[in-house]
């Protein structure tokens, strides 16, 4: 067990539709990641947020948003959902903000769009 | 942009064979990570690498940082069938926050 929690653990929605979906770091931990996985592919990285800014962006499209609150939970948002949005969605945590903390990742959520 | 090119891709391997992996960028890594995936679950970091030459263990593993920061590798001694699973290696990209993750190696182990 990382630590790191994430709900709900499965999650079925249709096209067009809105989701989020929650985690919760570890105990300490200011840094929030969120990566997407598609099946037998790798993990891409989409957004990192530290102590409640927004810290790096990677390949999120403009339909999906997230935050992290104070006390340092982050959702992710993903509305206007298609097919293709059908994936694992990590959550990872990290004590820092830099990119040599090591990350400590969530059990995912996993995203069906119908 | 940069990228992390593991290989093999796969490998089968018959249970109590050693196994090895590597993972090499065309651009300087200052951290390496190794992750193992079990289906369905989120990775679980196995070994953090830090300085360049460092070779590190932890139980059966161990992964050494390359001299020249382009690669790492991983090995896997006497390999049981819970080595099953998708082994990525993980490391901050050039001048960003962001992690890169490799393209995965996926190993099954026969009994």
């Known amino acids: 067990d990382s630590g790191v929690t994430q709900t709900p653990k499965h999650l079925i929605t249709a096209t067009g539709q809105r989701v989020t979906l929650r985690c919760s770091p570890r105990s300490g931990d200011l840094s929030v990641y969120w990566y997407q996985q598609s099946l037998d592919q790798g993990l891409q990285f989409l957004i990192q947020?530290?102590?409640?800014?927004?810290?790096a962006k990677g390949n999120i499209l403009e339909r999906f948003s997230a935050q992290q609150f104070p006390d340092l939970h982050s959702e992710l948002n993903l509305s206007s959902l298609e097919l293709g949005d059908s994936a694992l969605y990590f959550c990872?945590?990290?004590?820092?903000?830099?990119?040599?903390?090591?990350?400590?990742f969530g059990p995912g959520t996993r995203l069906t769009v119908l | 942009g940069q990228q992390l090119n593991q290989s093999p891709q796969s490998m089968f391997i018959q249970e109590g064979e050693d196994v090895s992996m590597n993972c090499t960028s065309s651009?300087?890594?200052?951290?390496w990570l190794w992750y193992k995936q079990d289906p369905g679950e989120g990775p679980v970091l196995l070994i953090a690498l830090y300085k360049a030459g460092e070779l590190t263990s932890n139980g059966r593993l161990t992964a050494q940082f390359g001299i020249t920061r382009k690669d790492s590798f991983l090995n896997i001694s006497a390999s049981i069938p819970s080595d099953v699973g998708i082994y990525f290696c993980a490391g901050p990209g050039a001048g960003t926050y962001k992690y890169i993750f490799g393209t995965g190696t996926r190993l099954k182990v026969l009994a």
């Open positions: 651009s300087i890594f200052n951290t």
């Open positions: 947020y530290y102590n409640g800014e927004e810290r």
């Open positions: 990872a945590s990290s004590e820092g903000g830099s990119s040599y903390n090591e990350q400590f």
